[in-house]
């Protein structure tokens, strides 16, 4: 058990990089791991260790699979599935926030390739630029759009309003291009005599954990919601809680630490002091860039430091989730479900040419609206 425990963590190249990026700042700053702890972002960490359980729940169920044979008994190409999915991951963004809008999709996905020939790598691929897409529009639609609401003094129309034009024109633009990427080729159900299996209680616990872990979370209380979950799974099924990804957590919380590292350069300092001085294009061009490397939601936190919550930040750094990996932490999250090494290179086939073109977009619209 303990050997299937550690093999994600030994496997996991994306974390020893990080690894590797933390200790290399830590030669150049004062080392204190004292402060580590306080650079994670630990309600990020427990809703994303909440989530990854409940859905692992819902999976393990094989609900999913029931659900799977439905949609592809309903859709009769595989152009007409990929379409309803991304838009399905676009809008779901938008309330649910993008994470957990993937945490609801990939696992479906996935369950896909066990029914049909359809290519789930490039599905899941559309899917998470989906979500980057559709999240930009709300305030509640991504981590770094709830940090610009907030300072922004915008009501939620409002800030939404501000929005519209640009996810409007990208999520329009993925769905154009994922007419053209997914063939109109018929799908075939392999099994159509089977008769599957499905535990309702599982799901019907899973449900009702995830009702009281969102109450937790906007009680402020997500502790107390995550031992609720954790103790569930261990009464009613604990093999979920070992077929969990965990070194998902553990990357995410090097990120967090290399981030704060990286932050007390003295490099970085004296580049970010002169933040404000910047034209409205090189406000623009640093928060793609700057998100490009550390991820849109830590960029928007040191941004923030520097300069208002303004339209040009929130276009800036929600355009950042396009492009390289880091670009967004949703990314990671769809990549790393998919539990495929040949995607994490092909994700850049369709999202950097995406990041072109947000960019063209988003200054366009830029210079409109000003």
Known sequence: MLKALARPFLRDRFLHLLLIIGAACCLAVPFRPGLWAAAIDWHTIITLAGLMMLTKGVELSGYFDVLGRRMVKRFGSERQLAMFMTSAAALLSTFLTNDVALFIIVPLTITLRKLCSVPVNRLIIFEALAVNAGSLLTPVGNPQNILLWGRSGLSFAAFTWQMAPLAGAMVASL??????????????????????????????????????????????????????????????????????DWSLLLVFMVMFIDIHLITQLPLAGDALHDVSQLSPGGLFALGIGLSQIISNVPATILLLNSIPASVLLAFAVNIGGFGLLPGSLANLIALRMANDRRIWVRFHYYSLPMLLWAVLVGYGLLLLLT
């Open 175 to 244: 769905l154009v291009l994922c007419w053209f990427c997914f063939p109109q080729k018929a799908l075939y159900y392999h099994g159509h005599d089977r008769i599957h299996t499905w535990q309702p209680r599982l799901v019907y616990t899973s449900v009702a954990l995830y009702v009281a872990f969102i109450v937790s979370l906007e009680l402020k209380q997500e502790v107390w919601g995550l031992a609720l979950i954790a103790l569930g799974f261990i009464i009613l099924a604990r093999r979920i809680l070992l077929k969990i």
